[in-house]
Nanobody
Framework: QVQLVESGGGLVQAGGSLRLSCAAS????????MGWFRQAPGKERVFVAG????????YYADSVKGRFTISRDHAKNMVYLQMNSLKPEDTAVYYC???????????????????????WGQGTQVTVSS
């Protein structure tokens, strides 16, 4: 099992920045990829960004390209989401998730699917005021 704990959420004005962190523990050697998702009130949980754990290849939703950056730190078992130029529509609960190494997949676009992920954190609230 892998446990994920998010932190770094909060209230920020439009145009501001936040950095979310996700700490992984447990059987972290099983992690093949990690992703960030978000869920706004009354809406579905949607993909934000993903990263292949071993090589660091990244993939982003169109809505955040050029504004958000996902990164990872192997030594610390951490993944980060740097969010710049935040907009009110970025307001949501942000979730960290991990893909188990037991899956077979090739295309980074597969990381957009919730069904790819085996482990989820509890989420952290991000609120962007206008």
């Amino acid at each position: 099992q892998v446990q994920l704990v998010e932190s770094g959420g909060g209230l920020v004005q439009a145009g501001g920045s936040l950095r979310l962190s996700c700490a992984a523990s447990g059987r972290t050697f099983n992690i093949d990829a990690m992703g960030w998702f978000r869920q706004a009130p009354g809406k579905e949980r949607v993909f934000v960004a993903g990263i292949r754990w071993s090589v660091g290849t990244t993939y982003y939703a169109d809505s955040v390209k050029g504004r958000f950056t996902i990164s990872r730190d192997h030594a610390k078992n951490m993944v980060y989401l740097q969010m710049n130029s935040l907009k009110p529509e970025d307001t949501a609960v942000y979730y960290c998730a991990a893909v188990d190494r037991g899956r077979t997949w090739y295309l980074m676009s597969r990381l957009t699917a919730l069904s790819m992920y085996d482990y989820w954190g509890q989420g952290t609230q991000v609120t962007v005021s206008s």
